[in-house]
């Protein structure tokens, strides 16, 4: 425990610069786990009930009608 | 009267002399009293009495960390502080970047922003009018002999001069906005003295290039952007 807590320090607190970059990259990290993740819970609530969802109905209609564009 | 006035004098200086001393030494008392000594002349019972010095600094060597090195306590600090900074930027980012796609364009106009033509229904020599962005735009399948006489017109006395390779990107088509450069008609094709097209408006004559080359207008045809994503399909914009 002692020598990871010594090694977190002398890697990233010791230095402003580290310090820095490795708040920006965590910035960043954390938006992409929070985008990913609410999106995930938004498809999760409203399963079924999206365009995505239901897509492959009517796809396949459009191709059993004729050459349609999508 | 004047036996009274003497008395009276001797009186008031005696009292002076009385009540002199009687100051100094009040005076001295209140300069030098300590705390020690207030509770005998005031009916307020100081918590401070019977101490020397009313400062008295605690020991916090109980909640002191026993470490030297800067981890433990120090480290969350740390921590904290790089946690909130990195909330605070992607707060901050968010809202920067919410503002900036607030001014870009919005999907519906994007989605009119860009036509494609099937190049194939277009036979050779014919002219096609389409709309784009709310202005037309000619589409001309130049025959042959068209493209030579565009290319060999001597372009570099022409007012606005310009190059027919400098127009199109494929030779055999010309495609360029049907507004007339002058005060913006929209030109009439395969008309005029030049074989091109001619603007009723106020007579201004374009080359089979859509070149100005003869009344008002000051500039050529002008030419959108476009591409030729696979052949037989352009796309306008």
Request: net charge neutral; proline share 5%; charged share 25%.
């Amino acid at each position: 425990m002692s020598s990871f807590t010594s090694f977190l320090y002398n890697s990233i607190f010791r230095r402003n610069t580290t310090m820095l970059a490795t708040v920006f990259a965590g910035a960043f990290a954390m938006q992409l786990a929070f985008d990913t993740g609410s999106d995930r819970v938004w498809d999760s609530i409203n399963r079924g009930r999206q365009w995505k969802d239901i897509k492959y109905k009517y796809i396949q209609k459009a191709e059993d009608d004729g050459d349609d564009d999508e | 009267m004047p036996a009274l006035a003497n008395t009276t004098r001797a009186i008031a200086r005696s009292w002076t002399q009385h009540s002199l001393p009687v100051a100094r030494a009040s005076c001295g008392t209140m300069q030098s009293r300590s705390i020690s000594e207030v509770h005998t002349t005031s009916s307020f019972d100081s918590p401070f009495k019977g101490q020397g010095s009313s400062t008295k600094i605690p020991n916090f060597g109980a909640y002191k960390s026993n470490k030297k090195s800067e981890d433990g306590p120090k480290l969350l600090q740390y921590f904290m502080v790089g946690t909130m900074g990195a909330l605070t930027s992607l707060g901050a980012k968010a809202t920067v970047q919410d503002f900036l796609v607030n001014m870009s364009a919005s999907a519906d106009v994007l989605a009119q922003a860009k036509v494609e033509i099937d190049l194939a229904a277009i036979p050779e020599g014919k002219n096609v009018i389409i709309k784009w962005r709310g202005k037309p735009v000619f589409i001309r399948h130049r025959t042959e002999s068209e493209i030579k006489e565009a290319e060999d017109t001597k372009w570099e006395a022409l007012r606005d001069p310009q190059s027919d390779a400098d127009r199109v990107k494929k030779p055999e088509w010309l495609i360029m906005l049907g507004v007339c450069t002058h005060l913006g008609c929209v030109p009439i094709g395969e008309a005029g003295d030049f074989g091109g097209w001619f603007c009723p408006c106020h007579g201004s004559h374009y080359d089979i290039s859509g070149r100005i080359r003869k009344g008002p207008a000051p500039l050529n045809l002008e030419v959108p952007e476009y591409d030729f994503p696979e052949d037989g399909k352009v796309v306008i914009g």
